[in-house]
């Protein structure tokens, strides 16, 4: 027997309908403010999330899946949804459009790390990208965004906030980092002295104990921001208070990625672990430039799909119950049951659900099936009922039955 590969997982047919909700109220919630659908391949050249993403992130160095293809070239699966976008948004001139460029994404995603609750190795996304705008308000507006979903999927979060600054005022910060970190080096973790000479505000995204306690005492990028940064991160301050959106600030929050700039946002549920983080985001005004695009501030966040599941069913928030046939049509012969699927057919068209016998199974057979399923109605069929041009009809809620003729079948259930 072949297995799903590890990290990986099927979503069996009395699951996908919890997916389809969330994904339908990202899509509702997205209509909400604008923002359109944009579709981009699975995978992209790796150069992208190398020039995209960052060299010095673990997504980039341990985690992506790049395999060259029959033409020699280097391929990754996407292992997130914004440089693909961005990469879509330059080649195709939106920049030269009507702006700000507002698009969301419901995509697979892939990264070889070790599987663990709500973290899998190929993965889906919400995400929404707005290209064009570099006032706060955008920022707290992709907030909002988040925000609204997570209240219409009746999870409960916490909202924390940082600023990391432009590239002037990092600087500065990456600098004194340094300075701080210099007496411990030899405490770090392998990766961290790593971090420690290419990119060392990653150093704050360490998830290693020992690294963890020497980062709680480093200097807060906060203290470092420019006069420009530091007033857009109190703009945004103030619009979040505006649309009543709670928030903390958490000076530690720098992101995964490199791309960032400026705010940078996480929602974080306590009820799925260590790995509590359900959406995250921020704004990244240097992206597209570093993608060969003219320069164009962006904001943006992504949800994972199955964290958002997850806390959905750890929490009891509510979920819909499975869709069930409006009727199942009975045949208690040949005769009968090829009837009924031109019946079935008449009242599919009609926009009714329904249901009709594959298995020649016997009618009592048929009512436990039509049972199992959750069917409303069965309307059975024999040689009495095909030669009187009507069916029998069983509420299965209160147990009455009924004749309706085939002509008034599809009426009947409208």
């Known amino acids: 027997m072949i297995n799903v590969p590890k990290g990986t997982k099927d979503v069996l ?9 969330v994904e339908s109220v990202a899509r509702e919630t997205a209509k909400l403010f604008h923002i359109n659908e944009i579709r981009t391949p699975v995978f992209e050249h790796t150069e992208l999330f190398q020039r995209g993403v960052g060299e010095t992130t673990d997504v980039v160095t341990k985690e992506m899946y790049t395999f060259k293809d029959k033409g020699d070239r280097s391929i990754t699966l996407k292992p997130e949804g914004t440089a693909g976008v961005v990469r879509s948004f330059i080649e195709n001139g939106m920049g030269s459009g009507v702006l700000p460029a507002k698009m969301y994404y419901i995509i697979p995603a892939f990264r070889y790390e070790r599987p663990q609750a709500g ?33 219409k999927l009746g999870i409960r979060v916490k909202l924390y906030i940082n600023s990391i600054g432009c590239p002037t005022c990092r600087a500065n910060y990456n600098r004194a ?6 007496p411990n080096l030899d405490k770090l973790c392998y990766d961290c002295k790593t971090r420690y000479e290419k990119n060392p505000l990653r150093l704050l995204d360490c998830k290693e104990e020992e690294c963890k306690k020497i980062n709680a005492v480093a200097p807060s990028m906060l ?21 009543g959106i709670a928030y903390e600030i958490n000076n ?16 974080v549920s306590t009820d799925i672990g260590a790995q509590g983080t359900v959406c995250g985001g921020g704004r990244y005004d240097g992206l597209i430039q570093s993608l060969g695009g003219a320069p164009t501030p962006a904001v943006g966040f992504a949800a994972g799909i199955e964290r958002l599941l997850m806390v959905m069913q750890q929490t009891g928030a509510r979920l819909p119950e499975p869709e069930t046939p409006t009727v199942y049509l009975a045949g208690m012969d040949t005769e009968c049951r090829k009837k009924a699927f031109g019946l079935a057919a008449a009242l599919r068209s009609a926009g009714v659900k329904t249901e009709i016998d594959h298995m020649e199974r016997s ?3 048929q009512f436990k099936y039509a049972d199992k399923i959750g069917a409303k109605y069965v309307a059975v069929l024999g040689g009495n009922e095909l030669a009187e041009g009507a069916v029998s009809v069983k509420n299965m809620l209160n147990g009455e039955s009924e004749k309706v003729a085939f002509d008034d079948l599809v009426t009947y259930f409208l």
């Open 363 to 365: 009618i009592k057979a």
């Open 252 to 267: 530690r929050i720098v992101r995964g990625l490199d791309y960032y700039t400026r705010t940078v946002f996480e929602f």
């Open 177 to 182: 980092l340094k300075e701080f970190f210099a």
């Open 119 to 151: 973290r899998l190795r190929e993965f889906h996304q919400f995400g929404v990208e707005i290209f064009g705008a570099k006032d706060a308000q955008t920022d707290a507006e992709a907030i909002l965004v988040a925000d609204t979903l997570l209240k």
């Open 13 to 21: 047919p009395n699951e996908s309908y919890k997916w389809q909700y």
């Open 223 to 243: 203290d470092y921001l420019c006069e420009d940064c530091a007033k857009h991160f109190a703009d945004v301050k103030e619009c979040l208070t505006q649309a």
